[in-house]
């Protein structure tokens, strides 16, 4: 079985740009998660699909949103990106709702904001 | 605000110690503790801890919680070089907005 898959894997962008990154999650999972990654604040969470529908949302900006797709791949956008938004981003699925059980996660999209 | 807070930071044993890292966790709704590894990129889960005092069990690793003093304890015996690694505690909060709250992990050193 193919686990998470994330593209791209290394994003270079400039501040006020704008980015997406994509989430495929394993077959038959329903629920995608987005967390970022810093050194500083850890692995935050950001938001969490389900069934194309955003359940759940972290404490980030308007410029993060996501969206789902019906095949459960997931993308991430970030608009007018700053220097602070250079992170790993990951993604994780599972079979149901985050946290209910076991959640796989991908090798992440390290993006870099000049 | 719902806060995780792990201890110690960082640690660095030898081949063959046990270790002991620890978890606190502040959560509305709180409803389970879960625990992963993070070697290079991708965290791997490891236990989820919905009860209080049962003890998890995996190999040499093992994990209990604690509703009363709101923690938990993940525990690794007789460790190996290939235990060196990030260990990740998060809190999952319920009520209806569910979301995992994670603690900023424990940097594990296995010295050989």
């Known amino acids: 079985k193919a686990g998470v898959t994330q593209t791209p894997r290394y994003l270079i962008k400039t501040r006020g740009q704008q980015v997406t990154l994509s989430c495929s999650p394993i077959?038959?999972?329903?629920?995608v998660s987005w967390y970022q990654q810093t050194p500083g604040q850890g692995l935050q969470f950001l938001f969490e699909y389900f069934s194309e529908t955003q359940r759940n949302k972290g404490n980030f900006p308007g410029r993060f949103s996501g969206r789902q797709f019906s095949n459960s791949r997931s993308e991430m956008n970030v608009s007018t990106l700053e220097l602070g938004d250079s992170a790993l981003y990951l993604c994780?699925?599972?079979?149901?709702?985050?946290?209910?059980?076991?959640?796989?996660f991908g090798p992440g999209t390290r993006l870099t904001v000049l | 605000e719902d806060k995780v807070v792990q201890s110690p930071l960082s640690l660095v044993v030898h081949e063959g110690d046990t270790v002991t890292l620890n978890c606190s966790y502040e959560?509305?709704?709180?409803?389970?503790l879960l625990w992963y590894k993070q070697e290079k990129k991708a965290p791997t889960f490891l236990f989820m801890l919905t009860s209080s005092g049962i003890e998890k069990k995996s190999g040499r690793l093992s994990s209990i919680l604690d509703k009363k003093e709101l923690s938990s304890i993940l525990n690794i015996t007789a460790t190996q070089t290939g235990d060196s690694a990030i260990y990740l505690c998060a809190a999952l909060r319920g009520g209806g907005a569910d979301g995992l709250t994670f603690g900023k992990g424990t940097h594990l050193i296995i010295q050989p």
């Open positions: 077959s038959g999972h329903r629920s």
């Open positions: 959560v509305t709704n709180f409803r389970s």
């Open positions: 994780a699925s599972s079979l149901g709702l985050a946290g209910q059980g076991e959640q796989f």
